[in-house]
């Protein structure tokens, strides 16, 4: 009887052994965060891209995720329409960019866009809950990119984000409704699933 009972005692101990190895690489793994670090600085603001897209037609065709960076909503931002053609103001360096994974329905006909260059023109306050800040930008086409585009960048209870391209000038490749996303949090962190945390989260 002592045989059985030293084989079992020996791998029981190598399935600890094993557990709690693949616990403490998890712990490490969750606490990856989804921003490179280098744009974790200064009053930046950034958030995903989760919409489905229209085709030319009008029809949902597209499932588009990508990622998004502004200064919108810093502190420097708030009189935004104040410092318009003043080139050493927040917007000199592009107060938002995004990145862009457009792919069909079907999964075929993956790409990428950029939208950069955006240049503010007037910002207004509808509701104590939403921003919106009006201009143009440039985009990214398969032709190559299509400047001064109007483009129109609303905040919504500092969770939601929409943008909006003006579909005559980018040949309604990014459909008739504006491509929504979530704004994230990186000062706060919420538990992991074994107890690490994860950065960025929603805004709450």
Avoid: C
């Amino acid at each position: 009887m002592k045989g059985p009972t030293i084989i079992h005692a020996m791998i029981f101990a190598s399935l600890a052994t094993i557990l709690m190895a693949t616990i403490l690489l998890t712990q490490q793994n969750y606490k990856a965060i989804a921003f490179p670090q280098p744009y974790k600085s200064g009053n930046q603001t950034f958030g995903v891209i989760s919409s489905i897209q229209n085709d030319e037609s009008g029809k949902p065709a597209w499932v588009v995720t990508g990622h998004w960076t502004s200064s919108l909503l810093s502190d420097n931002s708030a009189n935004a329409s104040q410092a318009m053609g003043n080139t050493t103001a927040p917007f000199a360096r592009s107060p938002f960019n995004m990145q862009l994974e457009m792919v069909r329905f079907n999964g075929i006909a993956g790409h990428t866009h950029t939208i950069t260059n955006f240049v503010v023109a007037n910002v207004s306050q509808p509701d104590n809950m939403t921003k919106v800040f009006n201009g143009t930008s440039t985009a990214s086409l398969r032709e190559g990119p299509v400047m001064d585009v109007p483009t129109s960048i609303k905040i919504t209870g500092d969770k939601v984000i929409s943008i909006w391209l003006d579909p005559s000038k980018v040949e309604n490749h990014y459909g008739n409704t504006p491509i929504y996303g979530l704004v994230m949090d990186v000062d706060k962190s919420r538990p992991g699933p074994v107890g690490g945390n994860i950065n960025p989260q929603v805004r709450k």
